[in-house]
């Protein structure tokens, strides 16, 4: 008789949780969870850093810089604002049933992402980063793609090309989330290996591969699944 009792139950959580609203949102509570801590952090340090004398403190700090100091703390916290409301972008759901919503945040969207990414082009031409030539360089091509990717999303919405604008979309999410990517990797590499092939100065063969696996290879297999989508389109018609 219990048993009995429990098969629609079940059957009606099964089916609760096939909804698609349901899994963007199980999803997306996984991810944030996984984010805040850094989104946390980035802005806050973003906040600390523009209220605050961190000479000594945080290596981003240059007292004879005051200007790009100031230039990269804030974009410390635009970045930490995008990569939220980038992740919302993609929520179908949410994108079809609240469509003002979508525009308007996509809007915004796009505005912290030129912002994050001058600021950085800025801070690495004025300032350099830790790893030198290399880190310059790899951090200098991740603002640049940044930046085409958050201009390229708005224009083709004004144009109202939505194939194009959905992928220019994913592609600035993609970028706004590897920002994260790059902790994410460090952490669970110093959980199993330490230090093995990471140095202070950030030249250590696996400082050499994050400097640019963190971004491109998430931006490659985005273009692999849109080869593929447009692959799985053509067979269907």
């Known amino acids: 008789m219990q048993s009995t009792t429990h098969r629609p139950m079940t059957s009606a959580i099964l089916r609760f949780l096939r909804q698609p609203a349901v899994q963007w949102c199980l999803a997306l509570v996984g991810l944030f969870g996984l984010m805040q801590g850094f989104t946390r952090h980035s802005i806050w340090l973003?906040?600390?850093?523009?209220?605050?004398?961190?000479?000594?403190i945080s290596p981003f700090f240059a007292t004879d810089l005051p200007y790009?100091?100031?230039?990269?703390?804030?974009?410390?916290?635009?970045?930490?604002?995008m990569l939220v409301l980038a992740t919302l972008q993609v929520v179908g759901p949410l994108r079809r049933r609240y469509r003002r919503f979508h525009r308007w945040s996509g809007r915004v969207t796009v505005g912290l992402g030129v912002v994050t990414a001058t600021g950085a082009l800025?801070?690495?031409?004025?300032?350099?980063?830790t790893g030198g030539a290399f880190m310059n360089a790899s951090s200098t091509l991740y603002g640049v793609m940044m930046l085409v990717a958050a201009v390229q999303t708005l224009r083709t919405g004004q144009r109202r090309a939505w194939l194009d604008h959905r992928r220019w979309g994913m592609r600035l999410t993609v970028l706004a989330l590897?920002?994260?990517l790059y902790r994410l990797h460090y952490t669970i590499w110093h959980a199993v290996f330490g230090d093995l092939w990471v140095t202070p100065d950030m030249r250590g063969p696996f400082d050499v591969f994050q400097a640019w696996g963190f971004f491109l290879g998430y931006a490659a297999m985005l273009e692999i699944w849109f080869?593929?989508?447009?692959h799985r389109s053509r067979r269907a018609r």
């Open 122 to 129: 800025i801070y690495v031409a004025r300032h350099g980063t």
């Open 46 to 56: 973003g906040l600390w850093g523009l209220t605050n004398d961190l000479d000594g």
């Open 227 to 230: 080869l593929w989508e447009k």
């Open 68 to 81: 790009t100091t100031f230039i990269m703390f804030f974009h410390m916290i635009t970045g930490g604002l």
């Open 178 to 180: 590897a920002s994260w």
